[in-house]
Nanobody, 118 residues
Framework: QVQLVESGGGLVQAGGSLRLSCAASGRTSSFYTMGWFRQVPGKEREFVAAVTPSGGSTYNADSVKGRFIISRDDAKNTVYLQMNSLRPEDTAVYYC???????????WGQGTQVTVSS
């Protein structure tokens, strides 16, 4: 089992920045792909970004390319999402996920709210 705890969410003005963190505990997460998703009430959860083990490759949704940066520190079992040039449409609950499989991610955090005011 892997337990995930997100932090770093909050309220920010458009154009501002936030950095989300997701700390993993329990079974080591260093072997797993780690990712971030977000969800707005009434809509499906959408992929934001992912990073493969040892940070070998990163993937970003088109909507955040050039603005968000995902990274990981396996020594700290932590994945980060640096969010720059935030827009009101980035407002959502952001979820950390670990352990990508063919059918989805194995472990999920409880989410952290990000609100971007215009």
């Amino acid at each position: 089992q892997v337990q995930l705890v997100e932090s770093g969410g909050g309220l920010v003005q458009a154009g501002g920045s936030l950095r989300l963190s997701c700390a993993a505990s329990g079974r080591t997460s260093s072997f797993y792909t780690m990712g971030w998703f977000r969800q707005v009430p009434g809509k499906e959860r959408e992929f934001v970004a992912a990073v493969t083990p040892s940070g070998g490759s990163t993937y970003n949704a088109d909507s955040v390319k050039g603005r968000f940066i995902i990274s990981r520190d396996d020594a700290k079992n932590t994945v980060y999402l640096q969010m720059n040039s935030l827009r009101p449409e980035d407002t959502a609950v952001y979820y950390c996920a670990v352990g990508r499989t063919a059918t989805g991610y194995l472990y999920w955090g409880q989410g952290t709210q990000v609100t971007v005011s215009s």
